[in-house]
């Protein structure tokens, strides 16, 4: 399976390298273009490092900050954002990122929300992924699910 992990802190890396273990094709993505070449060179913080040096070599991940690339045939998307601020501005976040979802997805997918009150939040990611859908005119299929504790490291 194909997922895509919508940041890079700590427990998305946990979270990912999980999934990984598991088979998954696991690929990262965040907005900082810095870090994520010095991930790719081998240049971690204390967090990434504790994380990151324990992947395996055959474990399918990668890092990337083109989103349109890593939602290409992905079947699973965690929007790991604001797991646990529900400030109005995180929530703009989570809803940007819910935007390009919509603008970049080619599939049917599943888009897990991690928050720890998520359910509040799975509608208003809907709607706003299906309007992108609908600017686009494509009629893809997907499944928003509150899911905070999914594997939570």
């Known amino acids: 399976m194909k997922i895509s992990v919508m940041g890079i802190e700590y427990n998305h890396l ?9 088979g998954n094709e696991v690929t990262y993505v965040s907005k900082d273009n810095k870090r994520i070449d010095n991930i790719k060179r081998g240049y971690y913080n204390a967090d990434e490092a504790m994380v990151i040096k324990k992947m395996s070599s055959k474990e399918s991940i990668d890092f990337t900050t083109n989103l349109k690339e890593a939602l290409s ?6 929007i790991a954002e604001g797991i ?13 990122t819910a935007k390009m979802v919509g603008e970049y997805m080619n599939n049917h997918m599943f888009i897990i929300d991690r928050s720890v009150d998520s359910q509040s939040r799975v509608g208003k990611i809907k709607e706003t992924i299906q309007e992108e859908l609908k600017k686009r005119n494509k009629n893809i299929t997907f499944e928003v699910i509150a899911n905070p504790n999914f594997l939570r490291a």
């Open 73 to 78: 045939n992905t079947n699973m998307c965690f």
């Open 84 to 96: 646990t601020d529900e400030s109005e501005e995180n929530m703009k976040k989570v809803l940007n």
């Open 14 to 22: 946990l979270s990912g390298k999980a999934l990984a273990e598991m």
